[in-house]
């Protein structure tokens, strides 16, 4: 969690925000929280501020891509609150960011020992998002990537785990909106920033 200025600087943050961010409370105190974020969700992050800024909502929800130390990334849910001051004006957001790859301590197996990994996706599951997101069936990726059907259907089910998306259209979906894909060239293909 973290306060934010009317502006989007951060005034102050606990521990668990810093760390989701691969920073000190001296690097990240007095930056914008666009700074922090993958260059994907200011378009719409910007509508949901300028809503709470303008008292047309007191609340918001949206999913991001936020980035790490040492270049990794992560995706999640951001919650902006707005706090509003004596003058019903408002005088600071309260964010509260919650990563994919983190869970409740008891739904934690005392045996998983998975590091905080930035990077989302292997190079292989990487060219099998672009196959997907092309619209190529899974004969044809097996084809192109020589793995067998039963291999690509395997790493499909992966990244719609790890996406928690329901089905192949809303794997692209959220990889979209995540950031993961670039826009405006055919062939899409999966940003490095996404690849470990």
């Not at 957001?93 to 983190?102: A, F, G, R, S, Y």
């Not at 992966?158 to 060239?185: E, F, I, W």
Request: some cysteine.
């Amino acid at each position: 969690m973290a306060t934010l200025a009317p502006d989007l600087h951060v005034l102050a943050g606990d521990n668990d925000f810093f760390r989701h961010f691969g920073g000190s409370s001296a690097d990240l105190c007095g930056r914008n929280l666009f700074e922090l974020l993958h260059p994907s969700a200011p378009s719409v992050l910007r509508e949901h501020f300028s809503r709470l800024h303008d008292g047309r909502r007191t609340r918001f929800t949206e999913r991001v891509v936020g980035y790490r130390s040492r270049g990794g990334v992560f995706s999640g849910k951001l919650t902006g609150t707005a706090i509003q001051g004596r003058s019903d004006r408002l005088s600071a957001i309260v964010v509260l960011v919650k990563p994919d790859d983190e869970r409740a301590d008891d739904e934690r197996a005392d045996d998983e020992l998975t590091p905080h990994c930035g990077k989302l996706l292997s190079p292989l599951e990487a060219r099998i998002l672009e196959g997907v997101a092309t619209g190529a069936s899974t004969v044809q990726m097996a084809a192109k990537l020589y793995l067998s059907r039963q291999g690509v259907e395997y790493h499909v089910g992966s990244m719609l785990r790890k996406m928690k998306a329901p089905n192949r259209a809303a794997l692209v979906a959220r990889a979209y909106a995540a950031g993961m894909l670039t826009v405006g060239t055919w062939p899409t293909r999966v940003l490095p920033d996404f690849v470990k």
